[in-house]
């Protein structure tokens, strides 16, 4: 079942990191303007945020493996149409919107079946197995990407993405046995509501957090690429290896920050999150002054080392903190700052390209983004040492 659902994580993934490189040849194609590709990018995080409490809702009602099977379905298919039948910017926005509504279901599911299958000190280390799918996804996503654009064209590789998608949808439905959800459970569930759900400081504010920390992780992803080739005049190849080398540091920080805080840092996982924040902050900049492919290269590393780690302890901690009969609603609250924080970051970044005819105020907001979200987890922390 893990493997499964990390194959199809890589899928959901590389989805993203696919559209970043996919930008410079619709730009082309369709002569857009910064702002227009920014509401390609956007508007996939805007249905991906609005139906993170469905998604949520429905797991904890239907089950996992219904939820997780339709979101690679939705995803699939609406890739097949974005490759297909895009013809025009409206067109493009729809399928991504579309396809946004496929993504919502699959982090909550996954959750989901990590707290049903799983015990607590185990938890945050199975989920930061499954997490560190977008460090594989952004390792091999940058080099798939740039070779399938160059031999099929963008409409070609989402195509395949979509048959990807499907073909791993398909496998879950056959393989993976069906959840059993006794009927207490359910009768807990029914009575915990979502307003209860939003009046757990832990769940406020990892939303929060979840929200801050997207930003510069999405936003890097849509629009670093065209940064790398049109400002510091790289080579799409070269700039395959920057995002590269990201994805390594996502990998290897997942699974890594997983298990240091399952086996170590019980009831500090603020602290840490605070931590990793800061030093994110600090080295999102420093892949702004980098003039070299290798620079980048590095910083943007230890970008993703300290970013993924602060992510994957966000996730993580309502799956310690709170009762496993809405964990896919907590997750689905959680999840949904975290891609509304992936709306926000494409148009926010598009306008701010398009004012300052540059990347410097770019780049200074996707750095405070990180700063606020250290400081988001601190009233946690003096919580955790009460505790």
Known sequence: MIFLFFVGYVFVFIDKTMMGFALLPIEREFNLPAEQLGYITGMFFLAY???QIPAGWLNDRIGFKKVICSSLF????????????????????????????????????????????????????????????????????????VYCLAHVGWRGSFSL???????????????????????????????????????????????????????????????????LVQQRGMPLEESSIVVAAGGLGIWLSSVGAGWVVGRYL?????????????????CIWSVFTSNTTLNASLFLF?????????????????????????????????????????FVAPITIGYLIAMSQGYLTTFVFLALAMVVAGLSVLPLVRRSSAA
């Not at 699959?106 to 460090?135: D, H, M, W």
């Not at 979509?162 to 207490?184: F, H, T």
């Not at 569930?189 to 990892?206: D, E, G, Q, R, T």
């Not at 009831?267 to 994110?280: H, Y």
Request: proline share 6%; with cysteine.
């Open 49 to 51: 945020s609005l139906f």
């Open 74 to 145: 939705l995803l699939g298919g609406f890739a097949l149409c974005f490759g297909w039948l895009g013809a025009g910017l409206a067109t493009l926005v729809l399928f991504r919107f579309l396809s946004g509504i496929g993504h919502a279901g699959y982090p909550c599911s996954c959750a989901k079946a990590v707290v049903a299958n799983f015990e607590l000190e185990k938890r945050t280390f199975v989920q930061s197995i499954l997490l560190s799918s977008s460090g594989l996804a952004m390792t091999i996503g940058p080099f798939l990407a």
């Open 266 to 282: 019980q009831g500090r996982e603020p602290l840490f999150i605070f931590v990793n924040s800061l030093l994110s902050a600090l």
């Open 161 to 227: 993405l979509g048959i990807s998608a499907l073909l791993i949808g398909i496998c879950i439905l056959v393989l993976v046995p069906n959840p059993e959800k006794p009927a207490a459970m359910q009768d807990k569930a029914n009575k915990i509501s979502y307003k209860s759900l939003l009046a757990s400081p832990v769940v406020l504010l990892m939303f929060i957090a979840s929200f801050c920390i997207n930003i510069p992780a999405y936003g890097l992803m849509a629009w670093l690429p065209k940064f």
């Open 302 to 342: 230890l970008s993703y080392i300290f970013l993924m780690a602060a992510f994957v302890t966000v996730f993580t901690l309502p799956m310690k903190r709170l009762p496993a009969e809405v964990m896919g609603a907590a997750i689905g609250l959680v999840n949904t700052g975290g891609t509304l924080g992936g």
